[in-house]
């Protein structure tokens, strides 16, 4: 039950004053919004122009409960399916609505999960939210990793909803904010009724920030959950099929990678099929899937200018293989990523030999697959100290470690006993998503 009684920072105030003027601005500054990704075509649902469905939600869920989850993007949203399948199961009379900001969260939902309502969170303007909330009237609301919106938090608040923080990650960043940000920040992680972080340090820095002892919990790491399992051997063969890698060769794929890195990925690759890899292991095919998709001419351009041909993930697809004189794919597709990192037979997981601070290691580990990173992991700290104490991920620092690292992995890995442990450590984990599941149905019941 939320403690009414917390008094709001007078910092609250003046953004809800501030942000309640926005909304008229908003609309006219529409023309100038950038439109990368179609963001100016979503820009009237996030100012209050509802969809259809969510204009008639009271008569679709009648009298059944509502449990609101919202995930920013694409990887919030594969953490938030995670939670829907526990919470369908336990709570089958239930409606289960997701809210993401990004049109590439909205995707991965629409493709991999099939949630009651999908719908854009609009901005964080008072009017806007209110709004919303009242016409949801949900009845929890589970927030993924730590996206505050103060607005959103204070209405619900008001309105006596029970809210839940999932997955609970406090960055280094976050752990040390700027003193004036400290009220609101300790305002916000206050309003949660239960907060449920990934890890024992996570603990100890959202209680430093000002969330209640008594309301926070050592939960486990719900990507563990998200990561699934291990990919089917068929699929694994299809793919490896259609890349045309059979026995002589092998797979390298390089996922969720920036630019500064790209060159050093190629480089490696080139080195490792100029006299590095064995006779016996045949030639390294390289998959490269750039984090973000603008980048895909210039990763096309980086491999071509190293003295190899390339095609894209489309096009191979459409074709029905790659050519057997072509060994480099870049991908230029969304939510493909998890299932071409189960086909590798070592995977690079990218934003790390760059200061990005790293992206998601598990996925490739959860598909049995060796997996080197760069140095910059700062946003999976927990991840990497976990995999890395379970010998599952290997650090790299450059070029000539990553193409000497790559060598090691195809050359001396136990691969059956490597997967052996990382289905054993991904099986400890899966608790996360029971926990925060069991307290939505407890709340669900009041």
């Known amino acids: 039950v939320h403690d009414k009684h917390i008094p709001e920072p007078f910092l609250l105030k003046i953004y809800s004053a501030l942000t309640g003027g926005l909304a008229p601005l908003c609309h006219l500054a529409k023309p100038f919004l950038k439109s990368y990704g179609g ?22 869920r009648g009298n059944r409960k509502l449990v609101w989850i919202h995930a920013v993007s ?16 336990k709570c089958p009379d239930s409606l289960v609505a997701i809210s993401t900001v ?3 969260g909205r995707e991965f939902i629409n493709r991999n999960m099939k949630p009651d309502l999908l719908f854009f969170l609009p901005f964080d303007l008072p009017r806007v939210v209110n709004r919303l909330v009242d016409k949801l009237k949900p009845d929890c609301f589970i927030d993924i990793e730590v996206e ?14 029970p809210m839940a923080l999932a997955n609970g990650r406090i960055s280094d960043r976050a752990a040390n904010p700027p003193a004036i940000w400290k009220p609101i920040l300790s305002w916000a992680l206050s309003s949660f009724d239960a907060l449920f972080m990934r890890s024992s340090e996570d603990v100890e820095r959202v209680i430093a920030l000002g969330a209640p002892k008594n309301n926070v919990h050592l939960a486990g790491n719900l990507k563990f959950a998200a990561a699934g399992k291990p990919p089917n051997p068929d699929d694994r063969a299809k793919l490896r099929k259609i890349l045309n890698v059979f026995e002589q060769g092998r797979l390298m794929v390089a996922g969720s990678t920036h630019p500064g890195e790209d060159e050093q990925i190629i480089r490696a690759w080139t080195d490792l099929n100029n006299g590095m890899l064995p006779v016996n292991l045949g030639t390294m095919t390289l998959v490269i899937a750039p984090r973000h998709l603008e980048q895909v ?22 074709s029905g293989g790659l050519p057997s004189d072509i060994r480099a794919v870049v991908v230029d597709t969304i939510g493909e990523l998890i299932k071409l990192y189960g086909a590798a037979d070592v995977a690079f997981v990218g934003g790390s030999l760059v200061p990005r601070g790293g992206h998601n290691v598990l996925e490739p580990v959860a598909g049995g697959v060796p997996t080197l990173h760069g140095p910059s992991m700062s946003n999976f700290h927990d991840l990497v100290r976990v995999l890395g104490d379970a010998g599952l991920i290997i650090k790299v620092d450059d070029t000539e470690s990553l193409a ?20 054993d450590l991904i099986s400890r984990q899966l608790r996360a998503a029971e926990i925060i599941s069991d307290w939505v149905v407890t709340n669900l019941a009041r």
């Open 102 to 104: 990004t049109l590439t």
């Open 39 to 60: 963001f100016r075509e979503t820009v009237p649902e996030r100012l209050g122009k509802f969809s259809p469905e969510l204009d008639k939600i009271r008569e679709i």
């Open 404 to 423: 000497r690292t790559a060598l090691e992995c195809l050359t001396g890995i136990d691969i059956d006993d490597y997967r052996r442990r990382s289905s």
């Open 148 to 161: 505050l919106w103060p607005n959103l938090l204070r209405k619900l608040k008001r309105d006596g909803v």
């Open 74 to 89: 694409v990887g919030e949203a594969a953490v938030a399916g995670a939670l829907l399948e526990p919470i369908r199961l």
């Open 297 to 318: 001419p210039n990763v096309v351009s980086l491999v071509r200018k190293s003295g190899n041909d390339v095609m894209l993930w489309t096009q191979v697809s459409k």
